[in-house]
């Protein structure tokens, strides 16, 4: 079955980076887009970067600029690189493997001085 684990979170002051990873596993990784998704308490969860098979991204606008997200085939590892962070991108962040409804457990981005 799909698995997902996600690393790398933490506490980080406004304007610092931090570096997100996800292992996958349970699927041909890469034959499959990977996306980012972040759910910050008491809002619901959103979209925050996609790159596909073939190496195409998007971002979210509130992103954009600031994450770059990759994908490392012979690691089965997507990536996703904060910079500039803000208060608001505080979260738990998730990431998932296109078409598979799949999540793992998150890891939590804490943005504050």
């Known amino acids: 079955q799909v698995q997902l684990v996600e690393s790398g979170g933490g506490l980080v002051q406004p304007g610092g980076s931090l570096r997100l990873s996800c292992v996958a596993s349970g699927f041909t990784f890469s034959n499959y887009g990977m996306s980012w998704y972040r759910q910050a308490p008491g809002k619901e969860r959103e979209l925050v970067a996609s790159?596909?098979?073939?190496?195409?991204?998007n971002y979210a606008g509130s992103v954009m600029g600031r994450f770059s997200i990759s994908k490392d085939n012979a690691k089965n590892t997507v990536y996703l690189q904060m910079n500039s962070l803000r208060p608001e991108d505080t979260a738990v962040y998730y990431c998932?493997?296109?078409?598979?409804?799949?999540w793992g457990q998150g890891t939590q981005v804490t943005v504050s001085s």
């Open positions: 998932r493997a296109y078409y598979f409804n799949s």
């Open positions: 790159i596909s098979s073939v190496g195409g991204t």
